[in-house]
């Protein structure tokens, strides 16, 4: 029954979060990720890994057509996951800023099958790694760490999230330059498969209140039933 409680108050904080796009998956198999080049690191894309879940941001954004039907795409590398536990990536926005999300995430081996996804994933990558190569402008690289020093075994997938600009202004500049979009990307792995570790808190919260709050209510409904009884002992004496 708590279970069933807590599945009910996670679902009712969910609902209150106007403004996020999430999506819910298994930590992938394990892979070995090699020391000689291309490694993940030469992607030049921001991480998350669950010690290091959140990230404040600027994500560009433009609006749908043929060719990008929901928007731009933005990339990031989820790294450091445990195979089988269950995760949760949020993107959170303000309202001041309508734009459509929508969140995936891929392991490596979907992104060599897929063109599309991989073309996408490329195109980011050079971006990125053109503005690496301004000595003006700060790395974006993996965990900002140096080449990887050995092969090592990890969990990791890719995080693409496609904005679209998601309103309509008579002001041709805003219609022709969409703005980047100011988010927060947040990687939450679910304790017990139950709920996402930053809801504990709010959970521990909730339950401390409601067991207060019994405590108190039945020691006022003990004091009115005692004030009753002396009303009517009074009442019967006289």
Not at 89 to 98: G, H
Not at 109 to 114: K, M
């Amino acid at each position: 029954m708590f279970m069933i409680h807590l599945a009910l108050v996670y679902s009712l904080i969910a609902a209150v979060c106007a403004n996020t796009e999430k999506a819910i998956f298994l930590g992938p198999p394990t892979a070995s990720i090699p020391f000689s080049h291309p490694t993940l690191d030469d992607l030049h894309v921001d991480v998350l890994t669950p010690t290091n879940g959140a990230i404040r941001t600027h994500v560009e954004a433009q609006f749908p057509n043929i060719s990008l039907p929901h928007g731009k795409a933005t990339w990031l590398v989820l790294d450091e996951l445990t195979e089988g536990q269950r995760y949760e990536v949020r993107v959170c926005w303000a309202a001041t800023q309508p734009t459509e999300f929508r969140v995936a995430t891929y392991e490596l081996q979907t992104l060599l099958e897929v063109p599309e996804l991989l073309s996408s994933l490329s195109k980011y990558s050079q971006f990125h790694r053109s503005l690496d190569s301004d000595p003006g402008s700060q790395s974006r690289s993996i965990g900002g760490a140096q080449a990887l020093r050995y092969e090592r075994k990890t969990s990791v997938l890719f995080l693409q999230i496609l904005a679209a600009a998601d309103y309509y202004t008579m002001n041709k500049t805003l219609m022709r330059d969409v703005p980047s979009v100011h988010v927060d990307i947040i990687l939450d792995p679910f304790v017990f498969g139950l709920l996402p570790r930053s809801l504990l808190p709010t959970v521990g919260y909730i339950v401390v209140v409601t067991i207060a709050s019994w405590f108190i209510a039945r020691y006022i409904s003990i004091c009115i039933r005692n004030l009753a009884a002396e009303t009517t002992s009074e009442k019967k004496i006289q």
